[in-house]
């Protein structure tokens, strides 16, 4: 994501979560605001149907900016940013009408208030260029209404002392908004950046520890049984039957734990960490992780981090079944209009590449992996509480992922989301090698894997 698209919700989303309950502190503010203003001065008012139409196109923005900055709604998106500019320029002209020629103040109007006011919440929701542009559109808007109504004001000052007193009502709170959503996208991006850089010079460091213990643990594995069994060959010099069957059934012991630490994922390391969590607290479980494909490595870091937090919000929540927890990936393509890319071994030939300003896209279509994830689960209580408890989680769900459903049917939950990948950059799913016992053509077919 590149920092001019960048929001803080989705380079932040837990910390966009804290600063939700602004959102209504706000839309509180405009909403009593404007109904305060209308009524202290109804004697400016020349049309009531206009005047309330104001009042109800300013509740309605605030409403909208409540509702959809909800962590059950998110991400904030440029349809709900338009809409709500949209109803809060509405009031602003409603209620100007509603005074035309009777306006006495230019700086006791709660339209150019409210709107800046209503701009400065998107602060954590939308890019900084986004806010600084609605709150250009709106001061513009300003301009030609106020003008116009220079000889009902009481105070007589220049034209210019009234368009700068209304934009600046709209323009001060807006930059704010815009100063603040610029400046912690790039303090977020910065900090990324610096933690990519710690993790890969980490990683490098230890490489080296990590092959050793990888080394001494297989090492550990084999003197338990190969090397043992090889030392009583030398010493005895001769090889029975029993001992090629007993050296076949060890080859296949080894086999068997090296192709199992092959498939081992980082969903699969979540379920066996869940799995001790639940037995340390005396309630052991089944947990089922059904990915034969091994999509989960295709997931990103924030992806993996907002899965791993509820699959624990779930083992954690009360009235959970440890036998109940089932982890499915599915993958599904969607037309997407793309270039074609050169085929490889690796790639197949209708995996294609973004589009570019110097390789634009063709008509053809090509099929853009789309992995769903299925998580199910029994909880016994009540759906309203269930939503409660996952709401934080899926509000960061909803931000990493797209097309998020729940379910909830007590006992029963099922949640459900997409994860697209970009079919250049993410090729085919990971198939463990082929073995006698696992041929890698039949692994697809495999029923789910068990953490037992």
Same mark, same amino acid.
């Given at each position: 994501? %590149?920092?001019?698209?960048?929001?803080?919700?989705?380079?932040?989303? *837990?910390? %966009?979560?804290?600063? $939700?309950?602004?959102?209504?502190?706000?839309?509180?503010?405009?909403?009593?605001?404007?109904?305060?203003?209308?009524? +202290?001065?109804?004697?400016?008012?020349?049309?009531?149907?206009?005047?309330?139409?104001?009042?109800?196109?300013?509740?309605?923005?605030? &409403?909208?900016?409540?509702?959809?900055?909800?962590?059950?709604?998110?991400?904030?998106?440029?349809?709900?940013?338009?809409?709500?500019?949209? !109803?809060?320029?509405?009031?602003?002209?409603?209620?100007?009408?509603?005074? $035309? #020629?009777?306006?006495? *103040?230019?700086?006791?109007?709660?339209?150019?208030?409210?709107?800046?006011?209503?701009?400065?919440?998107?602060?954590?929701?939308?890019?900084?260029?986004?806010?600084?542009?609605?709150?250009?559109?709106?001061?513009?808007?300003?301009?030609?209404?106020?003008?116009?109504?220079?000889?009902?004001?009481?105070?007589?000052?220049?034209?210019?002392?009234?368009?700068?007193?209304?934009?600046?009502?709209?323009?001060?709170?807006?930059?704010?908004?815009?100063?603040?959503?610029?400046?912690?996208?790039?303090?977020?991006?910065? $900090?990324?950046?610096?933690?990519?850089?710690?993790?890969?010079?980490?990683?490098?460091?230890?490489?080296?520890?990590?092959?050793?213990?990888?080394?001494?643990?297989?090492?550990?594995?084999?003197?338990?049984?190969?090397?043992?069994?090889?030392?009583?060959?030398?010493?005895?010099?001769?090889?029975?039957?029993?001992?090629?069957?007993?050296?076949?059934?060890?080859?296949?012991d080894v086999r068997r734990t090296l192709v199992a630490e092959i498939d081992r994922t980082w969903l699969d390391s979540v379920a066996t960490r869940e799995r001790s969590a639940l037995a340390e607290r005396g309630t052991p479980g089944l947990l089922v992780v059904a990915d034969p494909e091994h999509r989960a490595t295709a997931f990103r870091a924030e992806q993996r981090a907002a899965t791993?937090?509820?699959?624990?919000?779930?083992? &954690?929540?009360?009235?959970?079944?440890?036998?109940?927890?089932?982890?499915?990936?599915?993958?599904?393509?969607?037309?997407?209009?793309?270039?074609?890319?050169?085929?490889? *071994?690796?790639?197949?030939?209708?995996? *294609?590449?973004?589009?570019? =300003?110097?390789?634009?896209?063709?008509?053809?279509?090509?099929?853009?992996?789309?992995?769903?994830?299925?998580?199910? &689960?029994? +909880?016994?209580?009540?759906?309203? =509480?269930?939503?409660?408890?996952?709401?934080?989680?899926?509000?960061?769900?909803?931000?990493?992922?797209?097309?998020?459903?729940?379910?909830?049917?007590?006992?029963?939950?099922?949640?459900? !989301?997409? #994860? &697209?990948?970009?079919?250049?950059?993410?090729?085919?799913?990971?198939?463990?090698?082929?073995?006698?016992?696992?041929?890698?053509?039949?692994?697809?077919?495999?029923?789910?894997?068990?953490?037992?």
């Amino acid at each position: 994501m %590149t920092a001019r698209r960048a929001t803080q919700q989705r380079l932040d989303p *837990l910390g %966009t979560l804290a600063a $939700w309950p602004l959102s209504p502190a706000i839309a509180s503010i405009v909403l009593c605001y404007s109904v305060i203003a209308t009524v +202290l001065q109804q004697d400016q008012i020349q049309n009531i149907l206009l005047a309330t139409l104001a009042v109800l196109a300013m509740a309605a923005a605030a &409403a909208t900016l409540v509702i959809a900055t909800q962590p059950a709604h998110s991400p904030f998106g440029r349809r709900i940013h338009l809409i709500m500019a949209g !109803f809060a320029l509405l009031g602003y002209v409603c209620e100007q009408l509603s005074r $035309w #020629g009777a306006n006495l *103040l230019v700086q006791d109007d709660f339209g150019p208030v409210c709107i800046g006011f209503l701009l400065l919440a998107l602060a954590p929701y939308r890019p900084w260029r986004e806010i600084a542009l609605s709150g250009a559109v709106a001061s513009v808007v300003a301009i030609l209404i106020t003008v116009p109504q220079t000889g009902s004001y009481e105070v007589h000052v220049p034209v210019a002392v009234y368009a700068i007193v209304s934009v600046t009502q709209i323009l001060a709170p807006t930059a704010a908004g815009a100063a603040y959503s610029r400046r912690i996208v790039r303090s977020i991006l910065a $900090w990324q950046t610096d933690a990519r850089r710690a993790i890969v010079a980490r990683t490098e460091e230890a490489r080296g520890q990590m092959a050793r213990a990888v080394v001494e643990q297989q090492v550990s594995a084999l003197k338990s049984g190969v090397i043992p069994f090889l030392a009583e060959l030398l010493d005895r010099g001769t090889v029975t039957a029993l001992d090629i069957a007993q050296a076949g059934q060890l080859a296949a012991d080894v086999r068997r734990t090296l192709v199992a630490e092959i498939d081992r994922t980082w969903l699969d390391s979540v379920a066996t960490r869940e799995r001790s969590a639940l037995a340390e607290r005396g309630t052991p479980g089944l947990l089922v992780v059904a990915d034969p494909e091994h999509r989960a490595t295709a997931f990103r870091a924030e992806q993996r981090a907002a899965t791993a937090a509820l699959i624990g919000a779930l083992c &954690a929540a009360p009235g959970f079944d440890p036998h109940s927890l089932v982890v499915q990936i599915t993958g599904s393509t969607m037309p997407t209009p793309a270039r074609p890319a050169p085929a490889t *071994l690796t790639q197949p030939l209708l995996t *294609l590449a973004k589009p570019t =300003k110097r390789n634009p896209a063709t008509p053809a279509t090509a099929s853009a992996p789309v992995d769903t994830i299925t998580i199910q &689960a029994a +909880l016994d209580l009540p759906p309203r =509480k269930v939503r409660a408890l996952l709401r934080p989680y899926l509000g960061v769900i909803r931000v990493v992922f797209a097309n998020v459903r729940v379910t909830v049917r007590r006992p029963s939950l099922t949640i459900e !989301f997409d #994860g &697209a990948r970009d079919p250049h950059e993410a090729g085919p799913p990971r198939e463990a090698p082929a073995t006698p016992a696992t041929p890698a053509g039949l692994r697809a077919k495999q029923p789910p894997r068990q953490v037992r």
